[in-house]
Nanobody, 125 residues
Framework: VQLQASGGGLVQGGGSLRLSCAVS????????MGWFRQAPGKEREFVAA????????DYADSVKGRFIVSRDNAHNRMYLQMNRLGAEDTAVYYC???????????????????WGQGTLVTVSS
């Protein structure tokens, strides 16, 4: 299983970015998916997650109302639309997938098994 995150970059405060995660190696539609981020000197934290059929999404309080997670099951991709970015959003962003298809509704990093390599988002103030 491979996850490839992309779309990071430098953006001014208040701006937007869209991250993408391409997944290969097993049936994408069988698995819950998540986004996490890790800022310098901090632990990796949950950002957002989405159910297999996109029917349910979950967000960290810090991004609720600003970020939107989505997935395109036909193309094995997950997205994170990030709006009204602030300096506090500066981090390396990772996409992740649990080991088992039965895993659902989880927000802790320990419940995710496969990880992308991360994409850096830097928000300038």
């Amino acid at each position: 299983v491979q996850l490839q995150a992309s779309g990071g970059g430098l953006v001014q405060g208040g701006g937007s970015l869209r991250l993408s995660c391409a997944v290969s190696g097993r049936k994408f539609t069988d698995y819950y998916m998540g986004w996490f981020r890790q800022a310098p000197g901090k632990e990796r934290e949950f950002v957002a997650a989405i159910a297999r059929n996109s029917g349910t999404t979950d967000y960290a309080d810090s991004v609720k109302g600003r970020f939107i997670v989505s997935r395109d099951n036909a193309h094995n991709r997950m997205y994170l639309q990030m709006n009204r970015l602030g300096a506090e959003d500066t981090a390396v962003y990772y996409c992740a997938e649990p080991l088992n298809r039965s895993v659902y509704g989880v927000t802790h990093r320990s419940r995710y098994y496969y990880w992308g390599q991360g994409t850096l988002v830097t928000v300038s103030s």
